[in-house]
T-cell receptor, first 116, second 113 residues
Framework: AQTVTQSQPEMSVQEAETVTLSCTYD???????LFWYKQPPSRQMILVIR??????QNATENRFSVNFQKAAKSFSLKISDSQLGDAAMYFC?????????????FGKGTLLTVNP | EPEVTQTPSHQVTQMGQEVILRCVPI?????FYWYRQILGQKVEFLVS????????KSEIFDDQFSVERPDGSNFTLKIRSTKLEDSAMYFC???????????FGPGTRLLVL
């Protein structure tokens, strides 16, 4: 069974600084997707970034980028120039590619605090 | 930008009562999902739905749960006889295709007393 582990229950960062959130996963699949979702206090789950495992290039989305290390099964999220609005719970998620696999498997989340 | 919507935002019910949670997926999406998040815990998959039938379900999704797409826009989750442990945030999600990103609604917070 696939598992997703986020080893940092909480992180904090100063406004305008950079922070990295860690995620590791376990799978026997070779093709899959990885995601970071953000859940602000409003509780809505918002997609931050997506990575296909077959792509060697790390995904980026404005101030958000990932460091995808397939061999190490690691998928960290880097937030640059942190803003107060980045404060939220961040979930790493995994989903196999192909076949009839539909579900996302989530980690337990990392609560990010941004200090002014 | 199109988004998934859910109603109600909050629901309080008595144990043993039936509840129906409603979702309107993004209009051109074909795959629909329900997830739940018990307070302080991780988000868990419940069920996926495609072409008017369940395509995958978790062990959580037992006989007390059912899903339906009663018309061309709504997607519902029914809990037949609620238990205290059903108290959670329930998220609906949809995707355009099986390999496409799942977009989540704002959730319904269900409290069973």
């Amino acid at each position: 069974a696939q598992t997703v582990t986020q080893s940092q229950p909480e992180m904090s960062v100063q406004e305008a600084e950079t922070v990295t959130l860690s995620c590791t996963y376990d799978t026997s699949e070779s093709d899959y997707y990885l995601f970071w979702y953000k859940q602000p206090p409003s509780r809505q789950m918002i997609l931050v970034i997506r990575q296909e495992a077959y792509k060697q290039q790390n995904a980026t989305e404005n101030r958000f980028s990932v460091n995808f290390q397939k061999a190490a099964k690691s998928f960290s999220l880097k937030i640059s120039d942190s803003q107060l609005g980045d404060a939220a719970m961040y979930f790493c998620a995994y989903r196999p590619m192909g076949g009839s696999n539909y579900k996302l498997t989530f980690g337990k989340g990392t609560l990010l605090t941004v200090n002014p | 930008e199109p988004e998934v919507t859910q109603t109600p935002s909050h629901q309080v019910t008595q144990m043993g009562q039936e509840v129906i949670l409603r979702c309107v997926p993004i209009s051109n999406h074909l795959y629909f999902y329900w997830y739940r998040q018990i307070l302080g815990q991780k988000v868990e998959f419940l069920v996926s739905f495609y072409n008017n039938e369940i395509s995958e379900k978790s062990e959580i999704f037992d006989d007390q749960f059912s899903v339906e797409r009663p018309d061309g826009s709504n997607f519902t989750l029914k809990i037949r006889s609620t238990k205290l442990e059903d108290s959670a945030m329930y998220f609906c999600a949809s995707s355009e295709g099986i390999q496409e990103t799942q977009y989540f609604g704002p959730g319904t917070r269900l409290l069973v007393l």
